[in-house]
Structure formats: structure tokens, C-alpha cells
Nanobody
């Protein structure tokens, strides 16, 4: 059974930092990513990383967020710095076996349940 379990969300003030973690089990993914969603909007791409180490970021988070993976532990992390109110949302970890479409939610086959991040001003 494939499972993705996120942790690390919470409430943080503007300019603060959070580190999200995602534990994957049941399968090793070619690429893993993070997406976020707020009520009434589509789930949007945040960051992704291939097993070989290539990374991809949404323009809105470049320079502030860093994605990393521990392939041995089947974990993926999202270090979020200089947080802004617009970073508020539910953050989802995702995994894919595909070798393309890393920056699109339709490219991912497996999803976690999400963890809430709230940035207060």
C-alpha cells in the first residue's frame, strides 16, 4: 500500500520559517513534489525534485523555499523561509513514477492528506 504522510505544518508569523516533511512508503518515486491549495482555488505547484537531484520551483517561492530528498529514507522535505501571508494554505506531498510533467498536478499519481500552513501578519 502506497502512503504519503506530511508533517510540520503550523502557524507562523510573517518572515518566519517552517520545514515540512513527507514520509513515503510502499513505493520509490521518480519525482516528488509539493503543492498547495487554498479554499476556492486550484491546487498549485510549489516545488519538485527528481531522484537524480534536479529541482523545480514555482516563481512565487524561488529563493525562499528549498526542496530536498533523502532517497534512502524515502523522505522529501520543504524548507520554507521568509514566509508571506500568501503562502498560507494546505500543503500536499505528491509522488510520481512518470519522467515528465513534474510541475503539474496531473503528473502525479499519489498524494498525501495535506498539512496546514498559516502565515499570520
Amino acid at each position: 500500500q502506497v502512503q504519503l504522510v506530511e508533517s510540520g505544518g503550523g502557524l507562523v508569523q510573517v518572515g518566519g520559517s517552517l520545514r515540512l516533511s513527507c514520509a513515503a512508503s510502499g513505493r520509490t518515486f521518480y519525482a516528488m513534489g509539493w503543492f498547495r491549495q487554498v479554499p476556492g482555488k486550484e491546487r498549485e505547484f510549489v516545488a519538485a525534485m527528481r531522484s537524480g537531484g534536479s529541482t523545480y520551483y514555482a516563481d512565487s517561492v524561488k529563493g525562499r523555499f528549498t526542496i530536498s530528498r533523502d532517497n534512502a529514507k524515502n523522505m522529501v522535505y520543504l524548507q520554507m523561509n521568509s514566509l508571506k501571508p500568501e503562502d498560507t494554505g494546505s500543503y500536499y506531498c505528491a509522488g510520481t513514477l512518470k519522467t515528465y510533467m513534474f510541475v503539474s498536478r496531473i503528473g502525479y499519481d499519489y498524494w498525501g492528506q495535506g498539512t496546514q500552513v498559516t502565515v499570520s501578519s
